[in-house]
């Protein structure tokens, strides 16, 4: 299976760091952004929301997608919306495990007939990098295949690997 392009991990002036992946669609930016922002594209690959959107609103948001990867349906979170700009930026907080929030923002842009797709996180104190980027990899990974109409892509190929045994499967 071969996977989209590598995360980068980018620190910003006030120390904060980022993970950053790009991936490119040959699609209209105004497909990718229904994958992004209507619930039942959205459930094709990640999850599913209700309520009202826009920016400053929330949505009870519930993550399905890690049930292809060995995991459970997630209780419904409720994510802040900050920004909403159809169809290029979007920008949420997330509910984190333990407190907190995971800061994630998605820019789109047309180019050369298709759309490029910019996404960021903030990470919080003592988040682990790879195994944030490895998921959001395969995250968009699934919303690429789920633009194009294929198979989605397996997790086992996007697991990062326990670092004292690097042949691990």
Known sequence: MVT???G???QRNDGTELVVLHRTFPDRVED???ALTESHRLARWIGSFTGEGGTGGTVEFTVTGEVDAGGE????????????????RLVV????DGGGSWHIAVTLAEHAGGTTLEFTQRLAAGVDATDVEAGWRWYLDRLAASVAG????NWDDYAPKPADNPGAP
């Open 73 to 88: 349906v997630a209780e419904p979170v409720t994510v802040s919306i900050l920004d909403c700009s159809p169809p290029t």
């Open 150 to 153: 294929t198979p989605m892509p």
């Open 4 to 6: 989209g392009p590598q």
């Open 32 to 34: 990718v952004w229904a």
């Open 8 to 10: 980068e991990v980018r």
């Open 93 to 96: 907080d997330f509910p984190a």
